[in-house]
């Protein structure tokens, strides 16, 4: 079954995603989600100018020998651009394979390990109180996890709180559309004394069953985020998120070392190498690597696999810059692993449904993979024709006294 084409979409239905459509000589069509958010047209480019060419006249069917000819053969190994561009493929021709055979594609990574994934919604607001009325609402909804952000007193717009054209309940967007990224402030002195009053409030309203989440977003020292887990530790938080940046994988054994609250870690991981030190000494409990940036579903079974071996669970990213279609991907290995933890799951606008119709689907605080052919995702192309690309960028980070700090 050869390769007749390989076209990128760019589409803007509310936020910027790129897709990529391979369609076979028989006319079979796979999709799968290019989506890098704030540089999406490199990895377009990638795709366009250096990928697609090679791809025609290969065989669909072997998904192995071309996610190697991709990493191994452009010499330049790992990075986001790169492993976006092949998880892109990878998972396009995971979406042609279960066509061809008629099955949804759990089946073929061996069939349902479970009956419905858990995922968890984002409450946030700018004060402790409006989060609190989120939660309610998620709960309302049949929510069993949530997420919880709220705004840092003193600062004008904190992570997580929604602010700014695309964000509204349910659809946080932090890519805001201009020629230069905003700047946001940040004090870890102010976030560690508001953190725990909103852990202690939650717990206070909704007792002591309902999963509480927290993400730092990389902001904090490990010994900072050590403070900040045994803070948290009376509220039992399942997890905090990127307590601390990941390129120095033994900042977290010096975290673990310091506190018991649960960690996950991996959004921007891109693949199994940047994860090795953290799963194997047992440094984290949740992976959150994604099909989309961690080299597509042949990937992140491998990173999953390796984690299982170690007790780690999978705790897949699922924000709106991740397409319906790397969210269909994403149920069909969640649904399938043995270490399944959580998804991630941040509703994406009707606009956008409507260019990725889809039947997977949410009820009462699970997600059901489609049983469909493939991944069970289309892209309506004249819906995505009118809605062409916008320069939007993910926003700065700076301390009170103007030094760049992570985001
Ligand atoms: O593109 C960046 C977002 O996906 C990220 O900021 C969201 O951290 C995030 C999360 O956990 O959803
Ligand atoms: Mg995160």
Redesign the pocket.
Known sequence: MRIAAADVVVTCPGRNFVTLKITTEDGVTGLGDATL??RELAVASYLRDHVAPLLVGRDAHRITDLWHYLYKGAYWRRGPVTMTAIAAVDTALWDIKGKVAGLPVYELLGGAARDRVLCYG?ASGETVEETLEQVQAYVDEGYRAV?VQCGVPGLPAT??VPHGEGSSFGAYE??QVGAMPQEATWSTTAYLDVVPRLFAAVRERFGPHLEVLH?V?HRLTPMEAARLGESLRPYRPFWI??PTPAENQRAFELLRAHTSVPIAVG?VLTSIWDCQDLITNQWIDYI?TTVVHAGGITHLKRIFDLADLYQVRSGS??????SPVSMAAALHVDVSIPNFGIQ?Y?RHTAETDAVFPHTWRFERGHLYPSTEPGLGVELDEEEAARHPYRQAY?PVNRLEDGTVHSW
């Open positions: 958010n704030g984002h997420r992570y997580g932090p890519a993400d977003h998120e990127d959004e959150r990213h699922g924000a709106t810059d991740l991630e941040m993910l």
